[in-house]
Nanobody
Framework: QLQLVESGGGLVQPGGSLRLSCAVS????????IGWFRQAPGKEREWVSC????????DFADSVVGRFTISRDSAKNTVYLQMNSLKPEDTGVYYC????????????????WGQGTQVTVSS
């Protein structure tokens, strides 16, 4: 069964950190380009970060550059989103998605999506 399952969300104070996981089954993390998206209440879903299938090239939205990192663990078939220096505006449901493109730039995100994990940044 092909699926992506996110975990690791929660409530954190501003300035804190969280690590989100995207566990992949049915294919390997090397076979797909994997992206992270988020959707805040009342807003459209926005792209956050991506890690390419080939070359492990990473990319980030301007709003998270320098605070978020993305990585993958082939042994665990999981992609991680490390989020540091969190801000209230980072609040939202975070989703991971896969794409058959080799690189982030060619991804249309028409492959598979996870169900999301809630991240709330609040004091």
């Amino acid at each position: 069964q092909l699926q992506l399952v996110e975990s690791g969300g929660g409530l954190v104070q501003p300035g804190g950190s969280l690590r989100l996981s995207c566990a992949v089954s049915g294919f390997t993390v090397e076979d797909r380009t994997i992206g992270w998206f988020r959707q805040a209440p009342g807003k459209e879903r926005e792209w956050v970060s991506c890690i390419s299938s080939i070359g492990i090239i990473t990319d980030f939205a301007d709003s998270v550059v320098g605070r978020f990192t993305i990585s993958r663990d082939s042994a665990k078939n999981t992609v991680y989103l490390q989020m540091n220096s969190l801000k209230p505006e980072d609040t939202g449901v975070y989703y991971c998605a896969s794409d058959r493109a080799d690189y982030c730039v060619g991804a249309a995100w028409n492959d598979y999506w996870g169900q999301g994990t809630q991240v709330t940044v609040s004091s």
